[in-house]
């Protein structure tokens, strides 16, 4: 197998398809620095499959695609293909000649084809697999590799020969081994922990099980009685709430009725302010087409006074038009005389031309006969040179002649700004005085406008407050009713809290009678001695649990007594906290310290909660010990800091306990906290007071709305009537406008021909000033090319200076005659030039006597138009009769407006009235929906308690259970039962099932532990196996790299002696390589005391010996002779020469010696900036491309 072909298009530098056909043997590629070569060795490493754009020279893998250049736009992909030699079937695929592609694009979407089929990046990693070929073998070998040899310490030089050992992928796979040993044993420890923790967690949840059990029982009996009681409860509820509800909705019939009455009235006031906005639009139309015929009467006597003035101005044009025509006539046949008498010059000229060229031609055919290629050049350069010449002084003529074309222009157009000055003096004049007038209509159409406004956002501010005004009676009404509700809820918690329901039996019994003073020196239970910020309060009842209902005491003895008074009561239990003999429960500074500075801490619980100074034991002794942290996870890391010796609870209410057992999770949602009871009441009393006081403000704020509405609707009634002011002034105004714009379109008239001709002339001046860019452009080309010209004669007369000694006289006569044809040719062109100018001369004054001509139609035209002034007399009557009418009309509507106003406003002041009486029925209706408020939270409170605790609507508890007949009786009995079960203390419902869970549990963990051991003893087997192979597999190799070396290191240096030695013998995973080496004449000596030169041939040496111990089909060398002196290249290419015979080797190479051993040979070039080209060299002109590099 070997390297065939090599084909590239937009890879890197290589803008065009390039192909590259190697052969067996040794090819070499040339070129100067930066030139590309580097390039095709990145292209085959590419395509071989390299995925790092830093190791092609990038920094991400578009890079590699052309990016363009002055001259080139940027490719969007790059391809590269190639062809190998496979005959021997080396290749694991049934193809004799075997084509990779690998392309990219520029929106990094890559394609891969094997022999033009496509395929994965995969495949073909896979098909160079084990044949030397891979992206990481020895085929590829450049300057880095020497560097990598030379600068390499002795253990990191190892990594080369384990590279062509090929023990990598064992390293790999050991690395993969012994990272599932390190989780595999991590998983054995978190696995050992966990039975640990279960084992002491079985025998306590056993007990804990069986009490729940009781529990449930107590329970189910609980659920019936009291299920019974609530039914019973809710009906007699639902039955007085219904009640109320029908005297309320009597109630609302008869406000109902009241509110029916208001909104007729309402309705009728509603309908004669419609009524009055259609007579304002009825008026406002009126106006606007009382403005319309006054604009079409100024409009009408505005043509009429045109028409006159553009009579009188229409004869004077007319005699103007006609010298002007017989001007431009005159002119005319002057220039058609002189356009004759140049064309008649022009022939002439020509004439004498011929003839001389005809001498010309003779005297060429005389000097040139004989002369070599060289001569043939510089004439026709010179040919070229004369040639430009004239074009120059063409270009020239015709850059004077335009511009002096564009000077007369500007003559004329300065003559016609003095014209104008005056009519702009009387158009400004006019202007002004306009402005003055539209400044007064601005003014007044700004103040109807703004009236109009105004008056719009008054009736919107009152329906605002209207609406406003409803709003704020129904907020006023929904905030009875909420304080009634929000009255109720206390009431209820209030009771709760003094009949201190939610307490343990025995806790209970002792506070009621610490309340009645049956018992002495009680201070109370933990959760009512403290205050517990919101944010915390989940934390601290987890914390807490059942501890809040431990009864704090003065002393031992207090205790002792409360505890011999439960037993003789049969009162149940209780846990006492004296206040004498408690002690108090900390964490040391230094921890303290350690913690409080990681993220997450939120402090020491004891800290958190508030309470008297009297019970600081307290909070001590039951949170002195305990974090609080934001979250689980800082909670996990506090806990380590702290070596798990506290307990650390989070927001949420999870917790990390001390030696690491953590629990957590959803807690049940119960119907009402003990832990938060109290604070419920307080928030409830400020609402209510809150509620309150914003009730009776609301109650003021209602009175003065209805004040403010009243005040707003006498303001609407006053802004109309200075709407109707606002308006009369605009029509005064607008009558003057009409009258001057009579006179500004008579100003307007005489700026028109002004302004076409100077728009004529702004065109002559446009073209003749880019025709004058051209012409510059032009020169500027035509001196480039003269000076070119001139050099390249330049060089060229000297080197046939000695041809040109023998034949100068005839070469100056032939000079002089060119010269004449010079002359008679710019002669001739000028003629030409001139003949053109003339040309246009006519044909534009041509085009000034049609445009005359058209004007004078033009003015016939209006002669015939001067017949419409009886027609305008006749609509100029029309409009001002319609004027007149529309006034009367105007007046006639306003009258009625006036008097339906009146009517509108006392109706709206006995409204007024009705609305207070309507508020008398709103308030008994409020007052009565308080009450019946009051009984639906009391029925909605049983209704959520039986939902709650029962998940139970009321129909299906109603039909499941039958109502009791005593309902004092069914209360004392559902006490009777609360006090069995809190008998039983703290019992955990889920200890049954969790039990049995943590029971499996056990059972499950135990066999993984059996099976985490068998699977750290493989993992260790596995292991052993790969040192074994790598080992082995070293050995081997580096014994065969030592045999090649020290043959290797002879035949290039021609004698010595080199070897390779182990720093480590006994320990062949980890061991060093160093290279000792004696060139000849010269001691034994390491790599580093040899020479640069001698360093670099023993590297080469020892690669060359690892390639003859792994031998690849071919191998491409870059610049690897870079360092090498001219006699050491000499011994290399002669090394290369002979090595080629096995196998094929494509070299990167600046020096001549390994050039001349080449088979082949590429020059790479960069004619063109930024885009390399390949070009095929002949062997024998090596030398001279070499000392072009």
Known sequence: MFLKRLETVGFKSFAERTTIEFVPGVTAVVGPNGSGKSNIIDAIRWV????????????????IIFQGSDTRNPLNFAEVSLVLHNEDNELPIDYHEVNVTRRVYRSGESEFFINKQSCRLKDIVDLFMDTGLGRESFSIIGQGRIDEILSSKAEERRAIFEEAAGV????????????KLKETADNLDRVEDIIHEIEQQIEPLQEQAATALKYKEKKGHLEKVEIALLVTEIEHLHTEWQELLHKIEEEKLLEIKEKTAIQEREANVTKDRHYLEELDQQITTL???????????????????????????????????????????????????SLTTEREQLKHVTETVQQVKTQIKQLENKLFHGLDAVKEEIEDLKSDYIEYLNEQAVLQNELQSTEKQLTQIDGQKQQQSDSHKSFLEEEENFLQEKQQIDEKIQMNHEKVQKQEDYITELKEHLASERNQYDVMQQKLYEGNEHIAKLTSRKEMLVEMKETFQGFFYGVKEILQASKENRLQDIEGAVLDLIQVPTKYMTAVDTILGAQAQYVVVSNDMVARNVIHWLKKENKGRATFLPLQSIETRTIPDHLIRTVEQHEGFLGIAANIVQTDKKYDKVKEHLMGNVIITDTLQHANEIAQKTNRRFRVVTLDGDVVNPGGSMSGGAKKKTNQSLFSREKEITLLEEKLHEFEMRRNDFSTKVNKQREKIMQLEHEVTKAEQDLQQC????????????ELAIKLRRAKDNLTTYHVGMEQLEEDRARYKKQKESIVKRLETMNTKIMNTEQTIERLTYEEQTVKDNEKNTEKQLHELQITVAEREERRKNHLHRIDGLQEQCNQLEAENNEITEQMEEIKQLEQSANREDELGEQIEKYKQLRHDTMMKIEQLRAE??????LTDDEETEIRGLYKNHEKFVQTIQEKEVQANRLDVALENRLSLLQTEYVMTYEKAAEMYDKVENIERAKAEVKTIKRSIDQLGTVNIGAIEEYERIKERYTFLSEQQNDLIAAKNTLHTVIREMDEEMTARFSTMFVQIQSSFTNVFKQLFGGGHAELTLTDPNNLLETGIEIVARPPGKKLRSLGLLSGGERALTAIALLFAILRARPVPFCILDEVDAALDEANVVRFGNYLKTFSEESQFIVITHRKGTMEEADALYGVTMQELGVSRLVSVRLEDTSDLVEST
């Open 727 to 738: 308006k009369n002034n605009l029509e005064i105004v607008q009558a003057n406008e009409s």
């Open 287 to 337: 106006q606007n087409k009382l403005l319309t015929a006054t604009e079409q009467l100024e409009k009408y006597e505005g043509k009429r006074n045109v028409l006159i003035e553009r009579s009188k101005h229409m004869q004077e044009n007319k005699q103007k038009l006609v010298h002007e025509q017989h001007v431009l006539g005159e002119r005319l046949a002057q220039t058609k005389t």
């Open 48 to 63: 071989l499959g390299e995925q790092s754009a830093k190791s092609l020279r990038g920094q991400k893998m578009e890079d």
């Open 168 to 179: 990598l992928k064992y390293k790999q796979r050991k690395h993969k081994a012994e990272f």
């Open 897 to 902: 407006r006036k008097k339906k106003m009146q």
